[in-house]
């Protein structure tokens, strides 16, 4: 990887895969402008940091500035209550996308989610062109994202890869991860590749290490360039062994979104 | 049409199309509650009237007890700072479903619009799979709507017609409207037929009477038993008499949104 | 009509459907044979009758035997237990269609069943390419004389119709079929049509009258030259009158199948 | 219809369906330029004819000066020897589009050719987006056309609306053309609507009455504003009469190209 | 592989595929249960054997009891009388279905073939959502028995892996073997995977190893987490220098049922 | 690699791909006979040569005498005048079908071109089954030449594999290429693969290696048996420092057919 960029600006820098991209796009990028609600720790000479929410609007607008392109992986990263969740994933990405118009920037890589897409089934094999089935509030913001992405494509020219991440995790820590799986390193280079494609447009990619089992298609992100390179393999013995076989009628089975789809709203959760 | 309910609400009665779900659907319930938050003239026996703002939540929700079945046609209808979209149409449109849900409601008919699939090309020929692809903050908001409706069939078991209005007026007042007109009859039938269809889902129509010019395909909603009947042929003459050809590669010519794509960010011309 | 064939052989006539087909097709045929396991009443000049079990091949060869065309109706036409389903269904019509590869017969007319796809849902608005999904034994027999008709045709050029039948009586009788049912009158003109068409090859029609709600596409049977005539609109209000609404969450309403999805296995029941 | 052009060019003006469309065009424009390569009987007052080889480039060049849309029906109209087919056709649109392009006209109406997809079955049900299957060299020069109009709406924004035209006659004449015909008066409309939609782009439509029989699917053309109003059915008792039921599986039958896929090589042919 | 069942009844288990699968899955299984008509050689510790025919009803539903999961590779494996057919495929299946709904299992994975879509053709690069086109009585069981395991899951919940074996033998021994192989070893693979895939719905696969030329596409069955390991590259050499090149234009070159599609009616063959 | 052929017919065998195919083609036949209309150097004994132009009707009929299979590669190889592209690519084709027709080859090779799909956009991610969308008057030429085949197989029996050829060059040369580039090797091994599969038909594969950005999807040509082998990821650090990034939203990035769609109409360009 050559530096082509100037100045990416990582949103939920302080968060788990956050942390994986100051690594992994380092050198893409003569400075990377770090941006979370959370403190930043050890930054780096190559790294700024901008510690802020993403329900701020004017903090969110004066952290596009000057930068070349964005990697949005920041605000809640689960169900939670409604206020949370259109606070900082929908006001916030919102924020974020004004802030990369107002500021000439070309190109987003969004962190969307399985979560947008969980209630299809795994053996529907859906691709890029299903359409939304988020599995809670949390989904639901991210299929905000995602048409918000499309407009700013359509209207403004702004190009976002709407990235669609599985479970990213050091490891799989259960049997759904063994196909849901997205190693970090495997997500670094898909971020990577999203940055310096020579064309994204509006495209949509589904993330997910090279595991066995394939439950949905990639076929209309290709020109991302990205081809996953890990496997939960290595991990199969361990993890059966640790976790009785699932109930394939299970609905967390049954589905793309996994337990998230057990879920009942989350305001009625918080009450109780 | 027989008095299958009790009480209906509609959202947005005081609009240009709340008058006339006023009078179309009354047969359908035994009374109307009409919510809008503008006041509400000549009410009718059969009527109650509810005067708040969506962005309520509390009245929102209280609007919802007691109701068998939801019209929600309120919120912002036009190209609208984001303040404005997203307190009336995104907050505006979860308190309903939100109160729907809480009171145990069945069925929503919700006015979704052309503007959520606005940067599509008449020549594309889209039907309800086709993904979103809004023309704007206020299409942004449609979009975000019906997914929100996906998600609460989904999960909780409340249907949704989402009809996409091209253009509802007493008559078609431009070219454009030669092809995208909705007259009111065709309006109110299409959500009488939402509201009694044997099942709905979650179900995307695209709401046009049967003018000569058809630019969408409606066939993945035909299990809604609803066939427009009125036609904008006889305003044709009129019409090219008094407006001149349009340029095909315009690209408010080229879209199914109209002139919705030639806007810039609401929010700059507020500023102008 | 014209009297294009000299000898039709129409099966199950002494049935519901099979009555009407007597009447209906006089005018295509010099003469009419008539084959059911029960006595046919009111033979008229231009018919013969011939009494056998479907299950009884060499009666069925025989009944093949000079003839233009079958209209193959016969069979258990519900329900039933697997060994009436496995002698009246499937050894029956493959009976029938050795019986016209030995005869030389050049198409086949068969009476197939919503049952075949009763499992897919309303609002899926499947097509003719959709995959099967019996409901029971019965559909599941109606699925393997489907693939059996296609056999004969890519095999030894044997002309199929397939017609999946939804609900054919004299008038509605309950809220689903309002939108379910194909007039006497519909199914006859489609069973002429598909007799009388130039090309038919192996093609699979869904047997619906022109009623509001149109849960199903028949776009690829449209060389057929058959367009419904009746609509149970006109029964509507009675209908609605008599039975309660349905719930748009159960089975038997959600799914093309109707109250087949509803019912265990028949053996069960039997041995109750 | 309110005469929208100054002045459209017909070529082929003395052919068949030329002198049908100097009566059915003539309310559109001011003027009508008429091109043949054959004298032109019978010029009225708004008609003016220029006789020429299509594949005589200045000539063609000439005529599309000062016009404002081009109705291309010229060329060799039925199967011949690749020079003929190679001059009139290829070379000839080939002129006429380049004299659109040197001249500024906006809108192209070609008369394509069911022989451009003549190796499609009737029951594939094709619509416009099916490959081009031509079934002989004048088929394949029309595929060339089409091709050649796509070109030319990417490269230099000139529309053009390709009509396969089946079979158009003042009857039918025939057992295929029980489906396959076009009336006059529906040739026309469709040539109208082609010119007078507000967006063609580049759009593919197939040329049918409303016959009973239909073997291909228009939806992908319905933004161009045309129904058909004819039907083949009142000619359907004399043809059947005069004509012997066809086999399903011969060539012409079974293809929609009828006999064409009966031709040998036209050369051939021609040297016997 | 760990062994998750404590029993797997195998049918078929004498078979040239069964001795194979009792190699492969014992790693699986605390025992084997196997099953077939003949008698089976060389029972180790681990295996018990029962010998009946599937068309015995009795016996059937008793080797389903205590079983966790069935692989069902029994049955005629060939182009037979109808009799044949009839009692070991279509009745004999039948008694493994309602077996294991007796006994509760929860998932079958049966041996279906490339005979239920042999006339399709190599170049229409078919899924598993393709229409059954069988090529014989013997595809024609296998289609009716995929369809026995799509009711099975609807109604009952018993999930089913319909793997399509193309020609699994210990060697490719001409020329279509050269792209329809199925190794051995990717076979039980095969099986182990459908066996041990978190959710298997009703899934359609085609099973055929790593080759060169792939006719079909395997894209809707990624989630049963298999890729075939072995090429039919190493015995490219040997085979084209025995057998001469095929004709391309032959049916049995042309479709994926290769010499099965030259097959006459098996009842003729054995009348000879 | 056997030789299978006595003669392959090599056109174009003079260019930079024929030289390739010379050497990579010469297991396969026993004599290789090379057509150009530049002289050919450096003959090997297993050569033959001759030279002529592809507008002469005889000298290309000739040349297919006698021939097993052949490799049309022949003709103008970029945007040139209409003059030269109608003698050498659609005269000159004709010739060769022709010629193939007339002395009985059964199977052609041809070099389609990604011009002939130019306006494709990448994200669009086509497959063999897309519209044409040639960029130019030399992808116009591809697109006949494609139909040209499908004629000849459905009409004549004559098979041909049209291999769209992207940038086959010794080694990337620009920032497209690192996905355009088809190397040589790979050219090669597309050729034999698409000479020796067992069935063509009428194939149309997308020539490119194996390179990281993939913005066509070869699923449909998978029978042929090629795999791409060679990757431009060792050119990728070069070139990214020798060229500066590309604007995503130029219409020559956007689009497949790269700065062909820039182009203007080129007997513009050579009048200037």
């Not at 903090?59 to 900082?88: K, M, T, Y």
């Not at 359509?154 to 799989?172: Q, V």
């Not at 997205?182 to 290490?209: E, I, K, N, Q, Y």
Request: with cysteine; hydrophobic share 45%; charged share 25%.
């Amino acid at each position: 990887m050559t530096a082509r960029f100037d100045t990416i600006l990582i949103t939920g820098a302080a968060g788990r895969l956050g942390t994986e991209l100051r690594k992994g796009l380092a050198p893409l990028a003569r400075k990377l402008r770090l941006a979370d609600v959370a403190a930043i720790a050890d930054l780096k000479p190559n790294e700024e940091a901008l510690i802020f929410d993403l329900a701020d609007e004017a903090a969110a607008h004066a952290a596009c500035q000057g930068v070349d392109a964005i990697v949005h992986f920041g605000g809640v990263p689960l169900e939670r209550s409604w206020d949370s969740i259109l606070n900082a994933n929908i006001r916030g990405s919102y924020h974020i996308y004004e802030g990369a118009r107002k500021a000439g920037v070309r190109r987003v890589v969004y962190a969307s989610s399985v979560h947008a897409i969980g209630y299809h089934r795994l053996e529907d094999q859906i691709d890029a062109s299903a359409a939304h089935r988020p599995d809670g509030l949390y989904g639901l913001s991210k299929c905000f994202v995602e048409d918000l992405g499309r407009l700013y494509w359509d209207k403004f020219g702004i190009e976002t890869a709407a990235l669609r991440i599985f479970s990213s995790f050091p490891e799989p820590a259960d049997r759904r991860m063994l196909w849901s799986w997205l190693s970090f390193d495997d997500c670094v280079r898909l971020v990577a590749a999203s940055l310096t494609a020579p064309r994204v447009g509006f495209t949509v990619a589904h993330g997910l290490s090279d595991n066995a089992v394939k439950p949905v298609d990639n076929r209309l992100s290709a020109h991302l360039g990205w081809q996953p390179q890990d496997s939960s393999e290595p991990f199969r013995v361990g993890l059966e062994a640790k976790f009785p076989p699932p109930d394939a009628r299970a609905p967390a089975v049954q589905h793309l979104g996994g337990w998230f789809v057990d879920l009942g709203h989350p305001d009625d959760e918080a009450s109780k």
